[in-house]
């Protein structure tokens, strides 16, 4: 089955800066990757996705690459402030069309933005 | 977009009494759910895939005589932790997908803790 693996498991960084959190996946067939935001004791919160036809996606200040060969997949986030602090969490699935695919999380990534 | 609602958002119990937990899909049908667990700092783990009208589907190392679920309607799933144990206090969190996107959407969790 899917195995996602994510680092770094904690990343602090000074308000304004840039964050990079960077996952791995061994199923090749997997085609749908998602990112989490999970503040504690809340459910997770979709950032931003990509899917495995196209390499980058961006959203203001969050943007996710794809390396589909190399099977990983990095989010960014620039400009960083004090409300991105939380947990983030990779994840990867196949999905081709049905719902019935499981969706397999990373480890996580805690990041702190340091005011 | 899709609404998934948790029931109860927490509740305490003494060892050896069962407790259930709803979730429901609000605005739309769902004939597949998601129940994940998710220890303090940890990521989320799958623990089974809810099928309408037939057996959920447990992942490698969940109990599913302890895990009971019940996916009786389009728009609800059930679990049930059987004869519960302080080791079975967790967050635990129902999702869904709903239409083509793929997109998981989540409930609001359940903390359980076991006195």
């Known amino acids: 089955g899917e195995n996602v693996e994510q680092h770094p498991s904690t990343l602090s960084v000074q308000e304004g800066d840039s964050a990079v959190i960077k996952c791995t996946y061994s199923d090749s067939a997997s085609n749908y990757f998602p990112w989490y935001k999970q503040e504690l004791g809340k459910r997770p919160q979709l950032i931003i996705d990509?899917?495995?036809?196209?390499g980058e996606k961006k959203d203001q200040r969050i943007a996710v690459t794809l390396n589909k060969t190399a099977k990983h997949f990095s989010l960014h986030i620039t400009e960083t402030q004090p409300e991105d602090s939380a947990v983030y969490f990779c994840?990867?699935?196949?999905?081709?069309?049905?719902?019935?695919?499981?969706?397999?999380f990373g480890t996580g990534t805690l990041l702190a933005v340091q005011p | 977009g899709a609404v998934v609602s948790q029931h109860p958002s927490w509740v305490i119990c003494k060892s050896g009494t069962s407790v259930k937990i709803e979730c429901r899909s609000l605005?739309?049908?769902?004939?597949?759910m998601f129940w994940y667990r998710q220890f303090p700092k940890q990521s989320l783990m799958l623990m089974a895939t809810?099928?309408?009208?037939?057996?959920?589907?447990?992942e490698q190392g969940v109990e599913k005589d302890k895990f009971l679920i019940n996916h009786a309607s389009l728009t609800l799933s059930t679990l049930t932790v059987t004869s519960a144990h302080p080791e079975d206090s967790s967050f635990y969190i129902c999702?869904?997908?709903?239409?083509?996107?793929?997109?998981?959407?989540f409930g609001e969790g359940s903390r359980l803790t076991v006195l």
């Open positions: 990509i899917r495995s036809n196209v």
């Open positions: 999702s869904a997908s709903q239409g083509a996107t793929g997109e998981l959407f």
């Open positions: 605005d739309f049908q769902a004939t597949t």
């Open positions: 994840a990867a699935k196949r999905y081709y069309g049905g719902a019935t695919n499981k969706l397999i």
């Open positions: 809810s099928n309408e009208g037939s057996k959920a589907t447990y």
